[in-house]
């Protein structure tokens, strides 16, 4: 057979199976199915009529108007936009949810905790939480070549041991902590500061022995000398990332203060601001910052490799010149201490009272450490079984 004659059979064939399928549904077996509307999240269906037969489906029972598809669409939320849920608070963070307009359905999401969006009445235009500063506070208007630029907080004759700094006052912005401000105030146990203080004043909180833990505005650009001096219940502190300027003696005697973390921006130290620190325990410096490491924790000068301060965990880190005057003074908890060969000079009560301070290791012979100049008193008062060891000896 032709191959022409095959494909003609073939059609021939086929044109038999279609009319057979015509022929056997000549009349349609019709069932009727309801109409259902779609809603958000279910399709829904076309009113029509159906053959079991052959599966055709109809919108009338005279099969006038066949149709290919009966199933319509889910139509999906038509969500509003995200909000709050109370209670929020933005330091707290909370959840925030939407709702459908079709049918009511929500949606919910977590608010990352952020800092309070003031307005000039001290209202958060995202929250709404008000604050409510300390009562008595006393003010002094900032003028600079004519212009009032805010306020300076100067002290006050208040009773409460919570002091609450609002951001604005008269709705100019606070912007300093006076010298001597809350000196003596033993009875201070919190400070809240929602103000964007840029300067915090000589002796600001000198004395006020109740502080735990003070959290200072990122906003900080200097703090004065003896700022938290003899502030000796603090515990921890964090320099934020704008301070430049840490005057001396500011953390003087802070005995129990454990934390230390430095910030980003910081460029200038002053003398003995670190003091007596003696229990300090964990000492870190932003790595971005180009003055100062937090290598060993422990707080080195870069350009000089001074090493400021260290604590009772410290390592020295190799790479240091010098270990300043009163490093180590009063840790008690430092039991062994190894001191790089490239360390030229060690200062006056760099490791006095270190009472518990048994074995001290130079990296270096013997005689390169007699010749090494030290300080005064620079190990008065360790303890009493101290010696010195030399991990390199000449030949």
Same mark, same amino acid.
């Given at each position: 057979m032709h191959k022409r004659e095959v494909t003609s059979a073939a059609a021939i064939c086929l044109s038999g199976i279609l009319l057979f399928s015509l022929a056997a549904c000549r009349e349609h077996a019709l069932t009727f199915t309801e109409g259902r509307e779609a809603t958000c999240t279910e399709p829904g269906v076309v009113a029509h009529w159906h053959c079991d037969d052959c599966g055709l489906d109809y919108l009338d029972r005279e099969e006038k108007?066949?149709?290919e598809d009966v199933v319509i669409p889910a139509k999906g939320h038509s969500f509003g936009e995200f909000r709050p849920v109370e209670p929020f608070n933005c330091l707290l963070g909370g959840e925030e949810a939407r709702y459908c307009s079709v049918c009511n359905a929500e949606e919910r999401r977590s608010i990352t905790p952020a800092a309070h969006q003031w307005d000039f009445d001290n209202v958060c235009k995202v929250c709404g939480v008000a604050c409510h500063e300390t009562e008595g506070l006393k003010y002094t208007?900032?003028?600079?070549?004519?212009?009032?630029?805010?306020?300076?907080v100067d002290g006050g004759a208040s009773e409460e041991h919570n002091l609450i700094i609002p951001r604005y006052h008269n709705s100019l912005p606070v912007l300093e902590l006076g010298e001597g401000a809350f000196e003596g105030r033993e009875d201070l146990v919190e400070f809240v500061?929602?103000?964007g203080l840029t300067s915090i004043g000589d002796s600001a909180f000198e !004395?006020?022995?109740?502080?735990?833990?003070i959290i200072l505005p990122e906003s900080v650009v200097s703090i004065g000398a003896d700022a938290f001096r003899s502030c000796s219940e603090l515990e921890e502190i964090a320099i934020p990332s704008a301070t430049e300027v840490l005057g001396s003696r500011a953390f003087y005697g802070c005995s129990r203060l454990k934390t230390l973390s430095i910030g980003a921006g910081l460029a200038k130290i002053g003398r003995s601001a670190f003091f007596n620190?003696?229990?300090l325990e964990t000492i870190t410096v932003d790595a971005a910052n180009e003055t100062f490491s937090g290598a060993g924790n422990?707080?080195?000068?870069?350009?000089?490799?001074?090493?400021i301060r260290g604590g009772n965990n410290s390592k020295i880190p190799a790479g240091v010149k010098e270990i300043g005057e009163y490093a180590f003074n009063g840790c008690e908890e430092l039991r062994s201490i190894t001191i790089p060969h490239t360390?030229?000079?060690? !200062?006056d009560f760099a490791f006095r009272d270190c009472t518990g301070l048994r074995e001290l290791i130079y990296e270096g012979t013997q005689a390169e450490w007699e010749a090494l100049p030290k300080g005064?008193?620079?190990?008065?008062y360790v303890h009493e079984t101290f010696t010195v060891r030399f991990s390199a000896e000449a030949e």
């Open positions: 108007e066949p149709i208007r900032i003028v600079e070549n004519g212009r009032e630029l805010g306020y300076s500061c929602y103000a !004395g006020c022995t109740g502080f735990k833990r620190c003696a229990s422990c707080l080195v000068e870069r350009a000089t490799g001074l090493l360390v030229e000079r060690i !200062g005064s008193e620079w190990n008065k």
